[in-house]
């Protein structure tokens, strides 16, 4: 399934007003932040990717809330959601799904695994091996399934958020590049302010607030939210400068942004452009976004991530 084909999936869904998906947005925000204190741009980020129809890759150390902001982003719509822990032991059919064959039919059955859900979280995704990672990429990339020779869709929005601890090197796998570049956005949340964790320790004393967190939206709202991202006008000035620096990029490291970055790029900056209320694309959406959708895409001589790179790219390349 190629990408114009996934986004004739949205064909039938009337655009929200700009005005009514950036309060839509302000709603889910608000919703979320009953749980999660002091996170409001790592919020935005998340519903950033997904009215942009992208990934999101959490990475910090262990403890810091990544699993419960997935739930509660989740749970403020109302909207199918499966968790998936990976472990050293997890089989891609653990993920996608197996055919299992029924005595009384006499005949195979599907048993859908959790990647089909609105909202999949893969928690701790780099304790699984290189092969059971893979089971992501074409759900990631197409919106699909292929298990024994059959294609199947995935439901309508879909969206894979995973998490990963940077600490236990020795004891996860390292995420291939092709994995890493299916995942429009990355971010890391760090440790809250002593206010924000005092906030934080009163509001869990009881009862946790996850646990009666309502919804704030239909999967109706984010499809047609959506919509609206996707026709927010990127002007030939706008395209040309994502371009300029993507090549900068190209020309400055080991291995630079893919043209399926500069496509989240513009995409993630269309979902900006109509969070601030326009729909129209500015520049500054393009700088906004730039670091958490290429930071991780690029690798210099060093094999790290290329985040220097993204700031002295926006730096240099000029607005023309």
């Avoid at 934080?200 to 009862?207: D, H, K, Q």
């Avoid at 646990?211 to 395209?239: G, H, P």
């Avoid at 020309?251 to 109509?274: E, N, Y």
Wanted: glycine residues 6%; charged residues 25%; proline residues 5%.
């Amino acid at each position: 399934m190629t990408n114009a084909e996934t986004d004739a999936g949205h064909a039938g869904h009337a655009p929200l007003p700009v005005s009514e998906a950036a309060a839509l947005t302000d709603r889910i925000t608000e919703n979320v932040e009953e749980v999660i204190v002091g996170q409001h741009d790592a919020i935005e980020h998340i519903l950033i990717a997904v009215l942009a129809r992208g990934h999101l890759l959490l990475e910090d150390v262990p403890g810091v809330g990544k699993t419960m902001l997935a739930r509660a982003v989740s749970k403020s719509v109302d909207c199918s959601f499966k968790r998936v822990q990976f472990t050293p032991d997890l089989l891609p059919s653990d993920v996608t799904g197996v055919n299992v064959f029924n005595q009384k039919t006499r005949e195979f059955e599907f048993q859908s695994g959790p990647v089909f859900a609105n909202i999949v979280l893969g928690d701790e995704i780099n304790r699984a091996p290189p092969k059971t990672q893979s089971a992501l990429l074409e759900a990631m990339e197409e919106n699909q399934v292929t298990v024994d020779g059959e294609t199947r869709r995935l439901p309508n929005p879909f969206t894979v958020i995973a998490t990963q601890n940077n600490v236990e090197p020795n004891r996860t796998y390292e995420l291939p590049m092709a994995e890493i570049d299916r995942f429009m956005k990355k971010l890391q949340l760090g440790y809250p302010s002593e206010a924000e964790e005092t906030d934080m320790l009163g509001r869990i004393a009881g009862e946790h607030p996850i646990e009666s967190l309502e919804s704030v939206a239909s999967v109706e709202d984010v499809l047609r939210a959506r919509k609206t991202v996707s026709e927010v006008t990127v002007e030939e000035s706008v395209r040309s400068y994502v371009s300029r620096l993507a090549t900068y990029t190209r020309d400055h490291a080991t291995l630079g942004v893919s043209p399926r970055g500069a496509i989240a790029l513009v995409r993630a900056s269309q979902a900006r452009a109509v969070i601030d209320g326009r729909d129209y694309v500015l520049p500054d959406d393009v700088q906004a976004e730039v670091p958490t959708v290429w930071s991780h895409r690029i690798r210099e001589g060093s094999g790290e991530a290329g985040a220097d790179l993204v700031r002295s790219a926006v730096e240099t390349v000029r607005v023309e």
